[in-house]
């Protein structure tokens, strides 16, 4: 029996889709309920954030997430298969009118992914000050909080809708199956097993 963290939302859908597809089998989470149980798996409902947490502990042998999530996060688990599916960047965004200039003196980027972001200004030596934010990041260059924003683009639309534009990308994104170190060991088949038509579906999916 594997418990499998996934993220609420369109990437939880599309992982549960993969896995009908794989073990042709209905799995519906009921109406509001947190955890799904069939024969071989468990899955649990949670939060994006929250899934690095769960497998981190072992409360889940894996689960899927955004590469941009274990990033931010570093939490040591097994990167086993890239799913293919909630692709997004993580991007610098400024406003449309302006060029990008890393070089201007007292920088200030507002992002919610400061890890992320304090990586890549640290490994080009450029001085920036982070200012954390938990949402609407794209406000903050329009009313002066921050030169800049590193924020995960999608289809671009919230940047367009503020007039801002993504101008250097830090990262590419997509949903990653990952595992506990110890599951990966003491549960290795049954992970490797699911590895195997996973990888398959996803390979005839692109
Ligand atoms: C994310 C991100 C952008 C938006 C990008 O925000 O922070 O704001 O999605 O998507 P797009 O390129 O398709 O427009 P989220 O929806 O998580 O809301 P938040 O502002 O509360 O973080």
Known sequence: MLTIALPKGRIASETIEIFKEVFKKDFDFADRKLILQSEDFRFLLV????????????????????????????????????????????????????????????????????????????????????????????????????????????????????????ALTILESSAYLVANKNSFYSKKDEILSLYESLSTAVESRN
Not at 49 to 54: C, E, G, I, L, R
Not at 58 to 69: E, M, N, P
Not at 118 to 147: H, T
């Open 47 to 166: 939060r994006n954030q929250d899934v690095p947490t769960y497998v981190y502990h072992q409360a889940a042998d894996i689960g899927v997430v955004g590469l941009d999530v274990l990033e931010e996060q570093g939490l040591d688990l097994v990167r086993v298969l890239d799913l293919k599916i909630g692709r997004c960047r993580v991007c610098i965004g400024i406003k449309e009118s302006e060029e990008l200039d890393l070089n201007k003196p007292s920088l200030k980027v507002a992002t919610k992914s400061v890890n992320i972001a304090r990586n890549f200004f640290a490994q080009r030596a450029i001085p920036v000050e982070i200012i954390k934010l938990y949402g609407s990041i794209e406000l903050a260059p329009l009313v002066g909080l921050a030169d800049m924003i590193v924020d995960i683009v999608e289809t671009g639309e919230t940047m367009k809708q503020n007039g801002l534009k993504p």
